[in-house]
């Protein structure tokens, strides 16, 4: 397997949070979505952010800014389907995901998701700590991108429904804090004590 590229999912509402771009509230010295890009870029060949709206104000990142293809925030796995289109027009073989708000993820996300589906020899691996899986962090196969298109356009939005379908391996990561993601202002003011 080729190493993949990464698509950071923020095309989101945020809702609980206000509405807006979680990932351009500041933490720490940056932002929360510049953590992320800073632990997923040297993990991956390339990195592309999914979003929905204005492109232009993720400007300054300098990333492409893909937007959902599925209309009507379909959820997590419509961001999947954008990155898998846009990794199959780089002639890419697989894409690997990450949540905008979630600042802490392991630095071997990518490694540990490429062997958990070699060992498996699966199409999809899916982070997995003790306190159970972490569906928007995958390695997604850009050759099940029209199942899943098919699959969305049938109504389907919970990603763990279609990643059962395939038989996803699962990477195992100890510690349930790496995955902990800013939902609130008061997970924004935890986020800054954990950094």
Sequence with gaps: MKQPLGVILAGGQATRMGGGDKGLLALGNGTILGHVIDRLAPQVTGVALNANGDPTR??????????????????????????????????????????????????????????????AVADIALAHTPGGRHPTFGLWPVALRDDLRAALNDGLRKVVLWTDRHGAAQAHFPDDAAFFNVNTPDDLAKAQAML
Excluded at 65 to 85: C, E, M, Y
């Design 58 to 119: 993720f400007a300054t990142l300098g990333l492409p800014v893909i937007s959902d293809t599925i209309d009507g925030f379909a959820g997590p796995l419509s961001g999947v389907l954008a990155g898998l289109d846009w990794a199959a027009a780089q002639g890419a073989t697989h894409i690997v995901t990450a949540a905008a708000d979630t600042p802490f993820f392991p630095c071997d996300l990518v490694p540990q998701l490429m062997l958990a589906a070699e060992n």
